[in-house]
């Protein structure tokens, strides 16, 4: 599930392909910007915020930013010149930047735009503190969080004008490790700051990997407490994990560790 933390790494993924690189070519296979042609554009940074990518690039005095978005299944690869793409299913490829030592192949990426650096916060301002950004500010993700005191606590932190890089997975394994019934309204909730910084713990312990755990064991099947283990037994007390349907997601929880109130 891409999160925080994997976009994060994806961040990393091109910045190591592509930074510092002239792009030879560029092949955008998305309508709005098939004509688009990157070629002799240098790739200065690669960066992420929250669940947000941002590939920023200039050329001459002129500095754009190519976003990308991964949502449940989108992906960024880089290969090398010459190696087969073989990522992805080829008709998913939405954009492929190469340069002399790389190419970076995008697949079913969303929310593909090009926007100048200046103007980034069209698409990223509204975003809360960044999980895994160097400006981290637990306080304002509780302030921002507390300022809508009806919500469950299960919305308040899959919004990203809350915090930005928390998904389902950390939403439901950062509750059940607080022991938060997910219906909990945000209000009830005896420690915000415990919870964001818990939840930014989670996130930040799998960046450099793709497996993403919560409990500490990276084996098949063990990684997570409640999230994607209905009707299993919590590691904890046995219960079995309940699933249900919050808000058009699915969230899991353990009715014995996090009791309705
Ligand atoms: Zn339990």
Request: with cysteine; glycine share 8%.
């Amino acid at each position: 599930m891409p999160e925080g933390d994997t976009v994060w790494n994806t961040a990393r993924v091109l910045e190591r392909a592509l930074t510092g690189d002239v792009l030879t070519g560029s092949d955008f296979r998305v309508p709005a910007l098939a004509t688009t042609d990157l070629a002799g554009w240098t790739v200065t940074e690669s960066a992420s915020r929250g669940k947000h990518l941002l590939l920023r690039l200039t050329h001459a005095d002129e500095a754009m930013t190519l976003h990308s978005h991964l949502r449940m299944d989108g992906a960024w690869r880089a290969y090398a010149p010459g190696e087969r793409w073989t990522g992805r299913p080829a008709h998913l490829i939405r954009v492929v930047l190469k340069s002399k030592r790389s190419a970076a192949v995008g697949y079913h990426l969303h929310e593909l735009s090009l926007v100048p650096t200046a103007e980034e916060d069209t698409l990223v301002g509204h975003l809360g503190p960044d999980l895994l950004g160097a400006d981290w500010d637990p306080a304002e993700a509780v302030r921002r969080i507390a300022a809508k005191p009806d919500v469950s606590i299960a919305a308040a932190l899959l919004d990203q004008r809350n915090l930005a890089g928390v998904g389902n997975l950390y939403k439901a394994e950062t509750l059940f490790l607080r022991g938060l019934w997910p219906w909990t309204p945000v209000a009830d909730v005896p420690d915000l700051t415990a919870t964001v910084t818990l939840a930014q713990k989670l996130v930040a312990s799998n960046r450099g990997r793709w497996t993403q755990t919560t409990t500490g064991s990276l084996r098949r099947g063990q990684t997570s407490y409640v999230y994607g283990r209905r009707a299993q037994p919590c590691r904890r007390c046995g219960a079995a994990v309940q699933k249900a349907e919050q808000d058009e997601r699915v969230t899991y929880w353990c009715p014995h560790c996090q009791p309705k109130p």
